[in-house]
């Protein structure tokens, strides 16, 4: 666990330095960019850890309310925002604050609650990736965004990056040619993995409110193997390593080859339970041919699997990235965005580079925030973030049931396999079922 202090500092700094950095104005500074009446009134569910980069992202705007469920991390944000009205609960935020937008980044298993309640008062919502903790919450979440026409984008930030929409001309300029195959790996998990649910009894620390922690998932008392940082691995809470970085890395392939619903996925993995994701998983997407495009298959690693050597050409490949081969060549994408490495299958093949045609962004919130002002769209919308979180949530059904599933992703049904549909949709804790 981070010390109290050095968690504080390493806030203030982190806040401090994009503050400066952006020349925006906020409660520390005085310069405006925009004049206060284009000014968007968010509110943010979750201020800590990815929360600080989301609220500096949108500092430029006016950030009105702040809610955390640990009051260390509402303590260290209110110190930026002290006139920013300040919550535990989120429902009590919506209900209380008049709101034009707001950003969640909680964890996994409270972004659907709090994106329905907020697209149900007609606002603008950003969220943490993935989208949402099952795939029925996906589909609800993309439904209503549409119906209710209100501006959403999830926080896969490389969407917006150079890099990944150089992939995207690059693949669908034809320059690599044909593309049949795909792989995608993390030497993710950073956190415990492929272990059993704690039984000794801790006491909740004082600043934080554990009821509210656990939000809609089942009762079970507080440890510090949860929360701080450390709920990724478990199923209850987070969906583990592809859930974490599949919305990442998988992205500039699903963007480029136009992928959708996968018709089958099979996985193997270190030992599964019930408690917590495995160590390391090898899960494999098969995609059926989408108009001219040809079919594709899809490989993703974690828990330091990687592709075999033959096919990266690499003995100690990046710890992140994405090998996405065609007829022609093949391109890397190395993570956080930066520039693909495109290498030709015959040395004597001199690639041409086609002419960049997808414009990018100053950013990927900055795209959110102007399309909440009605400037332009947001590349990666409920629409487009619930096939691709749909995809990795998949992957992790097909690890939880040790078999090989066929998804008729238009039924919304896994064929043969009544676990697996099972794990489709998830049961709420008392209290939180009318979202």
């Known amino acids: 666990m981070v010390p109290q202090e050095t968690r504080r500092e390493f806030v203030k700094s982190t806040v401090a330095s994009a503050i400066i950095g952006l020349g925006v104005w906020s409660e520390t500074t005085a310069a405006a960019s925009t004049s206060p009446s284009q000014k968007l009134s968010i509110g943010a569910i979750g201020v800590g850890n990815r929360g600080v980069d989301n609220i500096t992202a949108s500092s430029n705007e006016n950030i009105v309310a702040l809610c955390d469920v640990d009051q260390r991390y509402l303590n260290e944000m209110s110190e930026f925002y002290p006139r920013a009205d300040k919550f535990h609960d989120f429902r009590e935020m919506l209900e209380q604050t008049d709101l034009d ?88 998990p950073l956190w415990s993995q492929g272990v059993d649910r704690p039984k000794e009894q801790r006491a909740v620390p004082k600043e934080l409110n554990w009821d509210l922690w656990l939000g809609p998932a089942r009762e079970r008392p507080y440890h510090p193997a949860y929360h701080p940082r450390t709920w990724r691995g478990w199923w209850d809470f987070g969906c583990g390593a592809l859930g974490d970085m599949g919305p990442h890395l998988i992205d500039p392939a699903f963007w480029a080859l136009k992928l959708d619903s996968p018709i089958s996925i099979e996985a193997e993995s270190s030992s599964v339970n019930d408690e917590s994701a495995p160590e390391w998983s090898i899960v494999r997407f098969e995609f059926p041919k989408r108009g001219n495009l040809p079919p594709v298959k899809l ?137």
Not at 133 to 154: D, F, G, N, W
Not at 325 to 334: Q, T
């Open 299 to 435: 490989t993703w690693y974690d828990g330091g699997k990687q592709p075999p050597e033959e096919i990266t050409s690499a003995k100690r490949p990046p710890a992140n990235g994405t090998l996405i081969i065609g007829s022609r060549a093949k391109v890397f994408a190395p993570e956080l965005g930066a520039r693909p490495i495109v290498v030709s299958n015959d040395k004597s093949d001199k690639i041409e580079q086609p002419e960049s045609s997808i414009p990018v962004p100053t950013g990927h919130q900055d795209e959110w925030l102007r399309a909440c002002k009605g400037e332009g769209k947001t590349g990666s919308d409920f629409t487009y973030a619930s096939k691709l979180t749909e995809l990795c949530l998949l992957g992790n059904i097909a690890i939880r049931c040790g078999q090989r599933i066929e998804w008729d992703s238009q039924a919304m049904k896994v064929l043969h396999c009544q676990r697996a549909n099972e794990l489709l949709s998830r049961e709420y804790r008392s209290g939180w079922n009318d979202v």
């Open 101 to 188: 937008a707001v950003l969640i980044s909680t964890p996994d298993h409270t972004h659907f609650h709090a994106a329905m309640m907020a697209m149900r008062k007609r606002l603008h919502v950003y969220v943490e990736k993935p989208l949402a903790h099952s795939i029925e919450e996906c589909r609800i979440l993309a439904k209503t965004a549409l119906e209710l026409k209100v501006v959403t984008q999830m926080g896969n930030q490389h969407h917006s990056s150079a890099g990944y929409r150089r992939v995207v001309e690059l693949v669908q300029s034809g320059t690599i040619g044909d593309v049949r195959e795909v792989h995608s790996w993390t030497t993710r």
